[in-house]
């Protein structure tokens, strides 16, 4: 009753504190026989790591990963998956937990400090344990597993809205998401988003972020009806990503507010003789089911909790205090989910492939 795995047939399970020794998942159900390495692995691994501008927490983690089992090693360095529970480790380097002494008694607003409490009877105040957004890092690795399973479908995410200040979709350049310290896929945008967040963490204060994500060269076919519609399972996946309060696929909640006539994605023949939409509303499922258009998913990720103006609450004998969280923190956590929701994305796509395959053949 844990709830610490995710997935069906490609299944991962994270196991780890923010200021543990060390943190790592075990992923289970890959196939066999797909060439990986260490360096492919770190490669997603840094583009998540801490203190990579002024932007992000200054926590000085290399986030190295070591794969421990479930692999055949060859003669150029690489790896061959066998099959097996494949186990992989990422040290903590750089906890500082005195920074947290003086929350171990007062629930941080905003953070799960109170619910864990009112849940277990005890709470790892050092970082918050496992409600820390540092457990993400396990999740990123099972990522690049997931992505040798979906060979042939690329994933792509960019912070698109900070705070009230949105992209402009004229300007979207997919290409430049690693040109700037936000992945944001407009150029202007992103030298905007500069400043102003700049005065956002000289303030001692952060903001939320929404992230999207798109999965190309998905086929039709993955997803089923009912209980385990891939829309459904996308879902699942980015709100149980740390700070999350919101998802939508395709238009989203924009559909609410359109015509029948207006939201319908129509279809054509092309040339091929394959089908053509016309445009995308649906994010690329239909009925829970993948209809081999882009896969497109938007997540809404609030302000970080962890502030330097004082805020109200209760500490665990039930006195009223006020809480101003000390600690390297991010001004907003929405930077380091970029890369965490391609991982969620390609986690639930590898899952499906593996059930639409054994279903199908």
Known sequence: ?????FGHLFRFTTWGESHGLALGCVVDGCPP?????????????????PGQSKFTTQRREADAVKVLSGVLPQ????????????SMMI??????????SDIAKRYRPGHADFTYDAKYGIRDYRGGGRSSARETAARVAAGAIARKVIDGVTIKAGLVQMGPHKIDRER???ETVNDNPFFCPDPIMAKEWEAYLDGIRKAGSSVGAVIEVVASGVPAGWGAPIYAKLDQDLASAMMSINAVK??????????????????????????????????????????????????VVRFAVKPTSSILTPRQSIDSDGQEVDVMTKGRHDPCVGIRAVPIGEAMMACVLADHMLRHRGQNG
């Open 75 to 86: 003669e150029d360095g690489t790896f061959l998956t066998t099959g097996m529970p494949i």
């Open 91 to 100: 040290e903590n380097t750089d906890q500082r937990s005195k920074d947290y």
């Open 33 to 49: 026989n797909l060439a990986i390495s260490e360096a492919e692995i770190q490669s997603y691994l840094d583009k998540r790591k």
């Open 1 to 5: 009753m844990s709830h610490n795995s």
């Open 246 to 295: 919101g998802v939508e696929i395709g238009n989203g909640f924009e559909a609410a507010a359109i015509t029948g006539e207006e939201n319908a994605d129509e279809i054509r023949m092309g040339d091929d003789g394959k089908p053509v939409f016309l445009s995308n509303k649906s994010g690329g499922v239909l009925g829970g089911i993948s209809s081999g258009q882009d896969v």
């Open 172 to 174: 979207v350049d997919w």
